[in-house]
């Protein structure tokens, strides 16, 4: 080194001992001595830029300088940490030199002390002397009896690394130009030695940069299962295929404690190449030291004499399928103890204490995630259940007082709706008879969904509303080519309708060229499409619907005889809204609040007065025109109380010298009128009774209630 401590190059370093060399002697020997030694230098120079290890320059010390310096070995001691100590780190003897192995430790005392708080060389004359000081070499003193050694100190201007103690053969004894020599060298082990130690550091940091990135990945993979699961299963599988990733682990299992008590039970047990055995033990009883361990959320690793004390049945099954290792974590939040995930190997000692620090920090994460899915499932169920209940309720509210989604409580209605209960378990035909916009679709949906084919489809065709030309293709379907335009092959209503439901609606409508073949439709349940001579077979309930007199047009030769009586099985006639005014105000509170729904308005009331007109209204367009003439008040109405503007209202008196604007009033004219009709009886066929749809006893009971005498029907 220079007088600035720094080290000077190999090839500077030959210098003083060449320089020292001619000094000595001028003589051709001294410059042969001095060419082998500098030559020496060359050759180690030349092995450390080949391979700059500590190991390569060792063992190439002996044969690299063998023309020059006859060496029996050299050992290089590392000072350790506590600066006290030194061990042997690298060496490179002869065969028969004391087999001291790596990793021996000697105390910094005597010669070594020496040399390196000096920074000098020390001659030992004989080394086993000096051996003897230490306990660790005392027993190798006697082979190197008679050796001399010179130790010299490793370092550079950064730091103390340790000494190089070099040992010559029996009888030859070290010349200041060996001494020389060797410093130099040992310059060089220090050199490389300084990289060996930078490049093992950056090494170390490298891997250990690459450890928390696997280990940040993996927190990453797992936050994002929590975020992404909210099933308890699927978090807890994806995080298993995670895990084992990570760790290389042969099982990750899932247990949780089952409520109010200290048994776990196994949710997911992750264990691909498993003979199957823990399958059996799907939960453990845990003991009160183990309960205690949960709820104080210790994170343990288990070695296989831990396993074996775990209870018999999981012990023996662990031992069974080759687990000698454990890491458990608990799975807990601030309301208790969940569970506990577990990682095992099959190799002994597979986890340590990162490895287990690792594992709580997932078990953290996932307790959130589980406490999270645990209440999506409680929510779930709760959903379902208030779901159920509110099935329920309204099934008990239709079941009262309405009639699958028709709104209304009249005795007409109710007579009409007992009708439609009896019919509709049956696959009987119905005819629905009554004015436009009375609710006959709405009543034919209500029979069949009372009837059997309620899970299959109801299907429905306005018989007016499409060209007459079009009806049978609608009905029957048709082929491709069929006719002009049928570009592609086209299913009728009626196999749409198989199994299930058809509802023509004004059927008065239909064509006398097509009645003949709607009849044969019906009454063989089998047609053909246009364009195909393929007989199709179906099974279809028909209902119809019409306004229209059929019985009338039949005189006239507008309707078919035949298909009137086919389509007239279980003839229904639906009360038009004038002959049921005591449903007007249940229909008028249902249409405010569905339509002040919809356009997010809040009415709450209808004036008295506007709803007496309503109810005094004839509404020749029944309920259709009563609700959208409800709509065109919601529109216009700007406060909480609906706007009816009575201009648009014509009041139409009730029949009758004892008219009244009352319901009950409406309901006991309702009822003269009816007696009246059927000449003052009140059961049997045509009478009022009949008429009304209700029955005897009913009807007696309401006039004794509304109190109508026989003089105010009789016609004598």
Known sequence: MNSSGRHIPLWFSVEPVGATLMHMSEDNEGLAHASSRYRALLDVSAALVEQPTVRAVLHSLREVLSSSVRLHGADLYLLD?????????????????PAIRIGTKISRIGAAAQALDQKEPVFL???????????????????????????FPVFTAQQNYGLLAVTKERGQEFVREDVELLRSLTSHVAIALECAMARDSAEQYQRELA??????????????????????EDLFRAA???????????????????????????????????????????STNLTETECQKLRARRSDLLSADDIEKLPTPLADNLRAESITSLAVAPLATGSGPLGLLAIGSRKADAFGQ???????????????ALDNALAYGRLNASAARLEDERLYLESEIRAEHNFEDIVGKSVVLRGVLEQIAIVAPTSSTVLLHGETGTGKELLARAIHNRSPRRERTFVRLNCAAIPSGLVESELFGHEKGAFTGALMQKRGRFELADRGTLFLDEIGDISLELQPKLLRALQEQ???????????????????????????MIRNNQFREDLFYRLNVCPIEIPPLRERREDIPLLVHYFVLRLSRQMQKRIKSVPKQAME???????PGNIRELENFIERCVIFTQGDELKVPDNQLKKTPIRGAAASSTFEHAERQVIIDALKAASGRISGKAGAAERLGLKRTTLQNKMRKLNIGRAEYSST
């Open 81 to 97: 940490t506590s600066r006290d100590t030194l061990h042997l780190l690298e060496f490179d003897r002869a065969a028969d030199a």
């Open 125 to 151: 004359p004989d080394v086993s002397r000096e051996m003897l000081k230490h306990p660790e070499l005392a027993p190798f003193a006697a082979q190197s009896a008679g050796r001399s050694t010179y130790i």
């Open 211 to 232: 450890t928390e990135r696997d280990r940040l990945r993996l927190l990453l993979e797992i936050n994002n299962h929590v975020v992404s699961k909210l099933d308890m």
């Open 240 to 282: 298993s295929a995670s895990i084992r990733s990570y760790f290389g682990n042969h099982l990750t299992g899932f247990w949780l404690l089952e409520k109010d008590s200290n048994r776990l039970q196994s949710v997911v047990l992750d264990f691909p190449d498993r003979k199957g055995l823990l399958a059996d033990v799907g």
């Open 354 to 368: 990162e490895d287990l620090d690792l594992l709580t920090q997932i078990s953290i994460q996932i307790s959130l």
């Open 526 to 552: 089998e047609f053909e499409r246009l364009g195909s001579a393929k007989t199709i077979r179906v099974d279809v309930r028909l209902i119809a619907a019409t306004h229209r007199d059929l019985q009338s």
């Open 613 to 619: 007109a309503l109810v005094n209204h004839d509404w």
